[in-house]
């Protein structure tokens, strides 16, 4: 009975030491930064302005979505809405992200955004059926009853989201 109980204290003392052991590492470690070797194709002049050479920008940089593969694709029903109260909520111009569509429509003339359940925010996605290489971004949700495979195209006006009704598409998923 003597050796187990000291086998027991032993073993305690041990799992103490490892749980503390184990802690303190996390804490020293999330306290330092970590160094991290990071290379790129185009060198800043001045990092005070961060301008680059040969006036390039870093959009001209990231890669396009023709220039991807797809991660997944997926047939999906595709509908549209518009910036309404009665097809959306009291906000009608922000997403469920609270992106501002109206204030993006008005300042690009363009419309990326799409509603979709089960696809985190942010995520890239293309219908190369019907738009050509036109990238989409989740930006906002459906009602709960529509599932993973429906999709929400935010149009500028209704009469546009009446006119696209109701497809049936392949969809690329990038991100």
């Not at 149009?155 to 998923?173: D, S």
């Amino acid at each position: 009975m003597k050796n187990f109980i000291k086998t027991i204290k032993y073993r305690n003392f041990f799992n103490g030491t490892l749980v503390f052991i184990i802690a303190s590492s996390l804490i020293v470690s999330n306290n330092y930064p970590q160094v991290v070797r990071a290379e790129s194709n185009f060198m800043i002049t001045d990092p005070i302005t961060f301008t680059l050479q040969k006036n390039e920008t870093i959009a001209q940089k990231l890669p396009k979505s023709n220039d991807r593969e797809a991660i997944k694709t997926m047939w999906v029903v595709i509908t549209a809405y518009s910036s309404t109260v009665d097809q959306t909520d009291s906000t009608p111009c922000h997403t469920a992200n609270n992106f501002d569509l109206c204030t993006y429509y008005d300042e690009y003339s363009d419309y990326n955004s799409i509603a979709g359940n089960g696809f985190m925010f942010n995520t890239e996605v293309r219908m190369p059926e019907i738009f050509g290489d036109k990238v989409f971004v989740v930006r906002d949700r459906m009602n709960k009853r529509y599932t993973y495979g429906r999709m929400d195209i935010w149009l500028p006006t209704r009469a546009e989201a009446i006119e696209f009704g109701v497809k049936r598409v392949k969809m690329e998923i990038y991100n």
